[in-house]
């Protein structure tokens, strides 16, 4: 097997957008990637800031930033979700939209990558705030946003409600209704069937196929989830309705644990009432720190970035880990993790169900012919398992793990559509 590097040099703080850009540098070299190709693939294609001004429920008035960021639209339209943080950067929105374009060639859907953020705290924004804030934004960005052009999605801190206010400013804007402009949309608005599901399903999947890689059931299995919001909770769900063993779970206030197995729909009751997984009764509290370490088979990152670090992934004891969040594991602790011999599935395989129902999203609203949830749930199944073999054939072929492996299929497939474009003019 090729040994893993850490893509920073000693002393250096590389920013989530250069980590990227050096995995992809490194990637490009070992397939053979043109330089032309290379260097436009390490630079995002369009990037738009906003400052834009927000009536407050007092009467105040308060400024926020919002980014727009298209990576690259060499196989299709750009797609990427609208993330809603107070932390959140450019760099970020640049990082995260250049793993959308790996994402959608890895699962080989005909779109590029962009991703969208403002830097706000939705949890003290009051709904009407929210809402004039989202339309802001829409409009702030609409010139570059559009079916045909860029479509966003929800992410952390947004949701299907965000999506029908923004379809919606956009057809105002208009005149007429544009289904296709978002996708995580209410379901009476066009939105699919299973894609609130799609993204914590396809961990499933990719979990299910791993676990048939190492002669592991998923019947037994014990698995911990690392955030139980959207990803995680429906990940956990699902796997317990597979026999999976739920030994813990974990949110940003803790985590819980039972040796003998948690109840995922009491743990759902729970967080509805409490607001928190902490202080479930049939589990122990447990801290974050401790949480990483328990022992398990499964282990499934669905938090945020950069959770798993040099100072905790010695920790980790599982077989198999699924990236449920985009980026969690640091260049450091997916080192130590392979020399552990862990069996990552990376995140723009892991998590690629939730683009890959917005594919499908997309695709009925153009043509107002909508499906069966078990019609998307068989496709999703079809699209994630044939990605996940051929990742799977290029890391054999290439002695190589999965993540080198996925990169590699996702640069060169992006590579050989802007080398059948040529460069305009
Ligand atoms: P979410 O906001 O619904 O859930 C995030 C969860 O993580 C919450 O339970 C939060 O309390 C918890 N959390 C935050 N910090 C934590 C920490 N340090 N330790 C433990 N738990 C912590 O978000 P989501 O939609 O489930 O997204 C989670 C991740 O999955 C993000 O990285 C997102 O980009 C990625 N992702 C989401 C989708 C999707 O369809 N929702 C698709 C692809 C990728």
């Known amino acids: 097997m090729m040994s893993k590097q850490s893509a920073v040099s000693q002393g250096e703080v590389a920013s989530s957008f250069m980590m990227v850009q050096q995995q992809i540098d490194a990637i490009c070299k070992k397939i053979r990637i043109s330089e032309t190709c290379r260097l436009r693939l390490r630079e995002c294609e369009r990037e738009l800031i906003v400052h834009f001004p927000v009536k407050m429920d007092d009467g105040q008035v308060k400024v926020f930033t919002g980014y727009r960021v298209q990576h690259n639209d060499s196989r299709g339209p750009s797609k990427g979700g609208i993330r809603y943080h107070p932390d959140v950067t450019l760099d970020d929105t640049r990082a995260l939209a250049a793993l959308m374009t790996l994402k959608a060639a890895v699962v080989n859907i005909p779109y590029g990558g962009a991703k969208g953020a403002v830097a706000c705290n939705p949890r003290v924004l009051s709904q009407n705030e929210l809402e004039r804030l989202t339309r802001r934004y829409a409009s702030e960005i609409s010139l570059l946003i559009g079916p045909e052009r860029d479509i966003p999605a929800p992410d952390v801190g947004t949701n299907p409600q965000v999506m029908a206010w923004i379809m919606d400013t956009y057809s105002m804007n208009k005149g007429y209704s544009v289904l296709g402009v978002v996708t995580g949309k209410p379901i009476e608005l066009g939105g699919s ?233």
């Not at 449920?324 to 552990?340: C, H, Q, R, S, V």
């Open 193 to 425: 069937k299973g894609r609130l599901e799609a993204t914590g399903r396809g961990c499933v999947i990719c979990a299910r196929l791993a676990g048939k890689h190492l002669g592991m059931s998923l019947e037994g299995a014990r698995v911990v989830v690392q955030g139980f919001g959207n990803v995680g909770a429906t990940a956990a769900r699902l796997l317990a309705k597979e026999g999976g063993q739920i030994m813990g779970v974990s949110d940003s206030k803790g985590g819980i644990y039972n040796p003998r197995g948690l109840d995922v729909e009491s743990i759902l009751s729970h967080k509805e009432e409490t607001g928190s997984v902490v202080d479930f009764k049939k589990a122990e509290n447990i801290t974050n720190a401790e949480f990483l370490g328990l022992e398990c088979d499964i282990l499934i990152p669905a938090a945020l970035e950069h959770t798993l670090h040099e100072g905790n992934a010695a920790s980790v004891k599982a077989k198999i880990v699924i990236e449920g969040a985009n980026g969690p594991i640091t260049t450091e602790a997916d080192k130590i993790l392979y020399d552990n011999r862990v069996f990552i599935v990376p995140d723009i395989l892991a998590n690629a169900g939730g683009v890959v129902v917005s594919y499908f999203e997309w695709v009925q609203g153009i043509q107002s012919f909508f499906w069966s949830e078990s019609e998307v749930n068989h496709r999703l199944q079809a699209v994630l398992s044939n990605a996940f073999h051929e990742v799977f054939d290029m890391g054999q072929h290439q002695k190589v793990d999965m993540r080198d492996a996925a990169y590699m299929l996702a640069v060169k497939r992006i590579a050989d559509t802007m080398e059948a474009r040529g460069i305009f003019p």
